[in-house]
């Protein structure tokens, strides 16, 4: 990786790097052992429950918070220009944080602007309001055809935009996360906010599909 | 029955915030790993309140933080889950689960 890599991403964490020898390794192996074998003995744990568990918090982001900022926007006019202005305070109104220093920044497409998002150098993603990023954002392809050619790319997730429709690509770093407002579709004028934050795909969010009322 | 992650648990903030990376948990190890989910499994069956164990967690952080003090290096400073598992082996005690000659004799052992 080269330096310039290495910056990009949100800096330095402690807790994240690891300083242990294979011999502390090992004691602490021994002593979750230790706890383990004693609790699954006393049929307090059962060890595939522990497996699922694990998982269960490892994938447990998910676009939902995104969809309900999405939707809160389309409802209400004097939120969606807080979240154009501000979207980290305006995200967190609905509970939704944990940037950690970074800020948010979402831009809106409309009849004859169309937004998509990249990281171009690595995989920074806006995960408190879309959770983890699909494997194919953090692919190499993506994140050089994006830039080059991102009319081929939407193409291929099935969009084909008209001439007309400018075609804008942010490219995410450390410090700005970018997330897509999608456009509202036509015929879900009677629709609840709740039923709204239904139709929002995290796909609409990064700006490669649009958002339709589903049949 | 979908399982879904405690927020409570999974989106705990400040010095106990469970370490992520772009959103993903960061685990080095598997027993990192393995104590995370012990920890979370009993809480599920009901031995304890989240809140017991994540005071006794933002302790350890604490006592390692001061111990650390002005030492500028990391590669001595107890790692968030080796303070998350000396609060886990402790409530464990605590609550009558095992006795700490059990626990060492258990390692010793293993």
């Known amino acids: 990786m080269s330096t310039e890599h290495r910056h990009h991403d949100a800096g330095p964490d402690p807790r994240l790097e690891k300083h242990l020898t294979s011999e502390q390794t090992q004691s602490l192996e ?3 052992k230790a706890l383990e074998s004693l609790l699954i003995a006393k049929g307090m744990v059962a060890a595939d429950t522990l497996t699922k568990l694990a998982e269960t918090y490892e994938h447990d982001l998910g676009p939902m918070n995104g969809a309900k900022v999405v ?3 389309w409802v209400d006019p004097a939120y969606k220009q807080r979240l154009l202005t501000n979207a980290t305070a305006a995200i967190a109104e609905l509970g939704f944080g944990g940037l950690q220093g970074e800020h948010l920044v979402v831009v809106e497409n409309s ?14 993603y806006p995960w ?19 830039v080059i050619d991102p009319r081929g790319v939407l193409r291929e997730f099935g969009l084909e935009l008209d001439e ?13 996360r970018y997330m897509v407002l999608p456009e509202r579709p036509a015929g879900t004028e009677h629709m609840s906010e709740e039923e709204l934050a239904k139709l929002v795909t995290r796909d609409a969010m990064i700006g490669v599909t649009r958002v339709s009322v589903k049949s | 029955m979908i399982r879904r992650a405690d ?17 993903e948990l960061v685990f080095h190890d598997p027993w990192e790993r393995r104590v995370f989910a012990l920890t979370v499994a009993l809480c599920e069956q009901g031995l304890y309140q989240w809140d017991e164990f994540r005071d006794r967690l933002i302790a350890e952080i604490a006592a390692v933080d001061q111990a650390a003090g002005t030492d500028a290096s990391h590669s ?3 790692s968030y889950y080796e303070s998350w598992l000396a609060a886990f082996e402790k409530l464990v005690i605590d609550k009558g689960i095992c006795t700490p000659e059990q626990l060492s004799t258990l390692t010793a052992e293993l």
């Open chain 1, 164 to 176: 007309s429709v400018d075609v804008r690509v942010w490219d995410s770093s450390a410090e700005l």
């Open chain 2, 7 to 23: 927020p409570r648990i999974a989106e705990m903030s400040g010095a106990a915030a469970l370490p992520r990376k772009s959103g």
């Open chain 1, 128 to 146: 408190p309001v879309l959770g983890l990023p699909p494997v194919w954002y953090k692919s190499a392809p993506y994140r050089s055809r994006s």
């Open chain 1, 111 to 124: 009849p004859t602007v169309h937004n998509m998002v990249v990281c171009t150098l690595c995989s920074c």
């Open chain 1, 71 to 73: 939707a809160r926007a």
């Open chain 1, 30 to 32: 021994a002593r979750v």
């Open chain 2, 76 to 78: 001595s400073r107890p």
